[in-house]
């Protein structure tokens, strides 16, 4: 009876190790959980509660499989002959330990969803600090692939902009590698869950490093040639033990639009272990989940020439949009009074002043000229995508087809975890759109 506990129990340990390496548990020193709460005595004092009544919980079980303490002997028992008759009985006595078992797992088990539920509060990094250590994990030799591929996917895109997005692309590789090493630097000291089962042909004498799905990269970029340093192959690069984390999803390989792969079961149980950034993260819904990922990726950036914001990242659609409303969807009007004359950037007012109005523009400063020009445009006025070059009828419009182009090539960076992509999804939309917005346009 006592065999038919084991995946229970199994399951258990895993959802352990998982919150002890997520949050460095086992660990000692500056990336320990007792370094990370040495000023949250609250929190603190929770988790040591609930690990000592875990320990608890492993105490009993141990002694009821030993066989030095069966279930109930905690109360006081009677020494008549039915009671001893009863603890004689080997198959009474393996139900009952079976019993008194399974309810120790599932305390335990609630204890532990009790740990992955703190485990939010533990985890509460600042925003600003995303780049701050990954800086230090080189990712400088994707940004060629990148290029190509924005390259390869909007052959009309300014080569600029296609500059711009691949090494945002790269900056994103650089934060999920850093996270993926990290988690692994927490993780150190674990044992490994294949340690606890005996694999057949398995050669021990061998170090095996944990290593991701590989995916192919696409065709156009295998057969790319790619000259400079720094392009040697990942396997040169890797050291021995190190993980190679396998990015481009399968549904961008395979000709179709990148889609953000599916909510994993564990989200269904509570709190769990993000397999992209290696948080714990809580998200009840299917959009909540789409929210956490397009919230890693930060996939929009200002499209504009010579933007002041030229390398910022945006979490939300809302904040590029609203920073491209506000500095950059302008219209320039000729600050001399000629009539119906529109001027889509400052280099073409620059030219017009320079042709037409030669004297005038000599007596006021260029910053004056400048503002004197600007106007906001109207929400209704159309717009050209900067990318695919397709003409757009409004505000609304742009931001929403721009913004998908950019979630779709900031999601082609994903590493592959195995994931199914979300079928049900609508393509491309964000935190900003519903399902059934397209009637809206």
């Known amino acids: ?47 040591v509660k609930l690990l000592n009544d875990l320990l608890g919980c492993l105490q009993d079980a141990t002694s009821i ?9 905690s109360v006081e028992h009677s020494d008549d002959s039915d009671s001893d008759s009863d603890s004689d009985d080997p198959e009474a006595q393996a139900s009952s330990d079976a019993t008194e078992l399974s309810q120790i797992i599932v305390e335990a088990s609630e204890i532990i969803n009790c740990l992955f539920r703190l485990s939010v509060s533990i985890h509460n990094p600042a925003p600003h600090d995303r780049f701050r250590r990954s800086a230090l994990t080189d ?5 060629a692939f990148d290029t190509a591929h924005i390259r390869h996917k909007f052959p009309s895109a300014d080569e600029g902009i296609v500059k711009q997005l691949g090494k945002a692309n790269s900056f994103r590789r650089q934060f999920f590698r850093y996270r993926e090493e990290h988690h692994q630097k927490l993780a150190r000291g674990l044992p490994d869950e294949r340690e606890d089962t005996e694999q057949p042909g398995r050669d021990d004498t061998k170090t095996v490093g944990v290593t991701t799905v590989a995916s192919s990269l696409p065709q156009h970029l295998k057969t790319a040639n790619f000259d400079g340093p720094g392009l040697e192959s990942c396997d040169a690069r890797s050291e021995a033990g190190r993980t190679e984390t396998s990015f481009a999803p399968s549904s961008v390989l395979d000709g179709g639009r990148s889609r953000i792969p599916s909510m994993p079961e564990e989200a269904g149980r509570g709190p769990f272990e993000c397999p992209f950034c290696y948080r714990m993260v809580q998200v009840d819904t299917t959009q909540e989940w789409r929210k956490h990922v397009l919230g890693d990726l930060r996939p929009y950036i200002c499209l504009y020439p010579d933007c002041s914001a030229a390398g910022q990242d945006f979490q939300r659609r809302h904040q590029w949009i609203q920073h491209v409303r506000q500095a950059h969807w302008k219209i320039l009007v000729c600050p001399f009074g000629c009539e119906d004359l529109h001027l889509e950037n400052i280099s073409a007012l620059d030219a017009h002043i320079t042709t037409c ?78 399902p059934g917005d397209e009637a809206a346009d």
Request: proline share 3%; net charge negative.
């Open 65 to 73: 499989v030993n066989g030095t303490v069966r279930p109930g002997d």
């Open 357 to 434: 109005h030669k004297d005038l523009g000599q007596t006021v400063s260029r910053e004056s000229l400048i503002q004197l020009a600007e106007q906001d445009r109207p929400l209704e006025a159309a717009k050209t995508c900067e990318l695919c070059n397709e003409e757009l009828d409004s505000f609304k419009s742009y931001s929403r087809h721009v913004g998908r182009h950019q979630e779709d090539l900031a999601l082609f960076v994903l590493p592959d975890r195995g994931l199914d992509a979300d079928t049900d999804q609508e393509e491309g939309f964000g935190e900003d759109e519903q």
């Open 139 to 143: 990712t400088s030799h994707f940004e």
């Open 1 to 47: 009876m006592l065999d038919g506990l084991q995946p229970s129990v199994k399951n258990v340990l895993g959802r352990f190790r998982v919150w002890s390496s997520n949050l460095g548990a086992h660990r000692t020193g500056r990336s320990s959980l007792d370094y990370r709460l040495r000023d949250a005595s609250n929190i603190r004092a929770h988790v």
